[in-house]
């Protein structure tokens, strides 16, 4: 986990790294993070003693990690919403109880962005989904809340297909997952995306919605350029 890269029986040859005092405080954060990921959110790292070997061409360090308490993850909450029940939601979130609590913005936005996707792979192109954490105050549990606002539910109004100079429209139309009419679905798009580049007629494939109506829950126009 650490920046520095030393010599091992897979690279044997790789040089040892130069120690900096100044910069070796990069390695302890990075330290602290690894350990944030598995639910130590006060971890601390800290260098304890740096002895030189030989002729002062090299050294030994010591770093000490202290881990404090392991926060779990005690409950995932999700608020009602009409769309998904609460058995789909669980099987949509990456977190369970029992896990250890990430003190990481990027592993707790893998929550948000999975059940997104999971709306936007129904229809619900407005979707908003927010997380919020509660901390026992001797931060051993945590509870994850999850609220969703689904907003309206889209249907493919048009479709247009440009940029195709030499391949005809209806081999394109033949390659897509949807259709006018139909309901919008994330998951559908991705594999018509997929299934374009699978004939190998196209170098670059861009699928994109064009003019959301909230007013009507239409989708004017789906592009594939």
């Not at 926060?71 to 109880?97: C, G, N, W």
């Amino acid at each position: 986990q650490m920046l520095l890269q030393f010599p091992s029986l897979l690279h044997p040859l790789r040089p040892r790294p130069r120690f900096r005092r100044n910069t070796f405080s990069k390695e302890l954060r990075r330290l602290e993070m690894f350990y944030g990921r598995a639910g130590y959110g006060g971890a601390d790292a800290w260098l304890d003693s740096v002895v030189t070997l030989g002729e002062g061409r090299a050294v030994r360090l010591r770093v000490r990690v202290r881990e404090g308490p392991r926060t779990l993850i005690r409950e995932v909450r999700f608020y009602p919403q009409p769309v998904f029940s609460l058995d789909e939601l669980r099987r949509v979130a990456p977190f369970k109880s029992g896990d250890a609590y990430p003190f990481n913005d990027a592993l707790l936005g893998r929550g948000t962005r999975a059940l997104r996707l999971a709306f936007l792979s129904r229809g619900y192109l407005a979707v908003s989904v927010q997380d919020s954490t509660f901390l026992t105050p001797d931060s051993s549990a945590a509870r994850l809340e999850y609220r969703m606002d689904p907003g309206p539910q889209f249907t493919i109004r048009a479709l247009t297909i440009a940029g195709n100079i030499r391949t005809h429209a209806g081999l394109i139309g033949r390659e897509l997952r949807f259709a006018v009419g139909e309901v919008y679905s994330y998951t559908r798009v991705e594999e018509s995306q997929q299934n374009l580049y699978n004939t190998s007629l196209f170098r670059n494939v861009s699928i994109r919605e064009e003019h959301l109506d909230l007013r009507t829950s239409k989708l004017r126009r789906i592009l594939v350029a």
